[in-house]
């Protein structure tokens, strides 16, 4: 056997604070996995853990290879991943956060994920909550993002974004990694997306892949108050990452949030970045009372004050960097617009499968629609998103341009089935149909498509 046959293809790296439990039932999870031991090390990052995670490593016995690469500064997740991966010899680094249990397949889909690719491709495993009962509903709101995301990223037809790209369970070649020099460190929050952009930026596609599962323990990890801390580093690294990268900032929340500061709160947001040390004792104080609030059955009270105070905080992490409102106007108005490198028009007339290929073919970053030459809506140009390919036209044909494009239909005399004169049946049965076209999600399109059908079948009674 050569060197090279000897040394593991994968290297698991898990960044670790003081999670010393938790971490010993992830590296259980790895010693059962399906993948032959031989073909995998794991990485552990003790990341200035003062609650004897070292010694319970060292008194460990895997099957596995394990490398501990101690830091003892505290330096944050995205300089223990940094150092765990230059430890790491594997030609596919995968990351794990040391709450996130990896189900008995994972390492297997994970690697049959870049095998089955030409070139290097970036891929997002699903880490839902762990199934647990809590009557609190913070869990509820931390359950419901985690479940949604993991539902948009594996809907047919999803536009892979930079937000997308969450390290608790992802793997990309070393290659590439070592080209885009890693997690930058100086970001407490959202180093993650800021790494999103630097890879959509080189053209390496993302990809999801369901069977890469793992459980999230987050109820163990997560606390309310956990929560509003992260938002305001949230908001602390969306100014860094805005200056980083200033082509998408159009698309972050402190961009976002700017034009609601007007009026009533427009004063309170000079009044928080006046005197945010001052209103902090208050907002703790209103975040106290929320388990009363629940305890109570105030579900619509809850759920207002804790966006009202995770704005807040997120805000309190943009004052802080910004110093002053003006500040924020003049940076979330100096914002710079999307601009299109690549422009394409295609005509549904020659049918969707044409278009689809056309856009395959030119993977353009804005698509004009027209249907017998008569423009009808426009697939815009977004910040930090992949380019538009052919598995996106159908949601967006079925979500919001669903209407107009039915309407085109109808003037060019294609609606299959339809005969000239239901016409006007279908057409007040397409204004009727307005709130039921305007889904949550848009790429749901096969059930709008079976609306279509329902609309169209009954148009002429």
């Known amino acids: 056997m050569t060197a090279e046959q000897a040394s593991p293809s994968l290297s698991v790296v898990i960044p670790t604070h003081n999670r010393r439990e938790l971490l010993h039932r992830v590296l259980d999870a790895l010693a059962h996995q399906t993948a032959d031991p031989a073909t995998f090390e794991v990485i552990v990052v003790p990341d200035g853990c003062a609650d004897g995670t070292e010694g319970m490593l060292g008194a460990q016995n895997y099957p596995f290879a394990l490398k501990i690469v101690e830091q003892s500064d505290s330096g944050g997740p995205a300089a223990a991943r940094n150092a765990g991966s230059k430890a790491a010899v594997g030609r596919i680094l995968l990351f794990l956060d040391d709450d996130v249990e990896p189900s008995p397949g994972w390492l297997e889909a994970h690697r049959r994920s870049h095998e089955l690719q030409v070139g290097p491709v970036v891929v997002l495993g699903p880490y839902p909550p762990v199934p647990h009962a809590s009557p609190e509903l913070f869990r509820a709101i931390a359950r419901n993002w985690w479940t949604k995301h993991f539902d948009e990223l594996k809907d047919p037809g999803h536009r892979f974004s930079f937000r997308d790209l969450l390290t608790g369970n992802l793997s990309l070649p070393a290659e590439v990694w070592e080209q885009v020099s890693g997690l930058d460190p100086s970001f407490r929050a959202h180093e993650d997306y800021e790494l999103g952009v630097r890879l959509m930026l080189r053209g390496i596609p993302f990809r999801f892949a369901s069977d890469a599962l793992a459980y999230h323990h987050e109820y163990e990890t997560t606390t309310l108050a956990g929560a509003f801390r992260r938002a305001r580093e949230e908001g602390r690294s969306d100014v ?75 805000l309190r992490g943009v004052a802080e960097t910004l110093k002053t409102r003006l500040a924020w106007k003049r940076f979330a108005n100096g914002a710079p617009p999307p601009h299109p490198a690549k422009k394409l028009s295609v005509d549904l007339r020659a049918g969707i499968r044409a278009a689809e290929v056309a856009m395959d073919r030119a993977r353009p970053d804005e698509v004009v629609l027209r249907y017998d030459g008569k423009e009808f809506g426009v697939l815009p140009c977004e910040v930090g998103v992949e380019p538009w390919k052919g598995s996106h036209l159908k949601p967006a044909l079925c979500g919001r341009l669903a209407q107009d494009y039915l309407e085109r239909l109808l003037e060019a005399g294609d609606m299959e089935g339809v005969p000239p004169i239901c016409r006007d049946a279908v057409q007040r049965g397409i204004t009727k149909a307005r709130l039921a076209m305007k889904v949550p999600r848009e790429q749901m399109w096969w059930e709008q498509d079976g609306q279509w059908r329902v609309f169209i079948s009954g148009a002429g009674d």
């Open 240 to 314: 860094l990452l805005s200056k980083k990268h200033p082509h998408v900032q159009t698309g972050l929340r402190v961009t976002t949030l700017f034009p609601r500061s007007c009026g009533i709160r427009g004063v309170l947001h000079h009044l928080l970045f006046v005197f945010g040390e001052w209103i902090d004792p208050l907002a703790q104080g209103v975040a106290a009372m929320l388990p009363i609030i629940a305890r109570r059955r105030l579900r619509g009270l809850y759920f207002a004050l804790y966006h009202e105070l995770n704005e807040y905080w997120y």
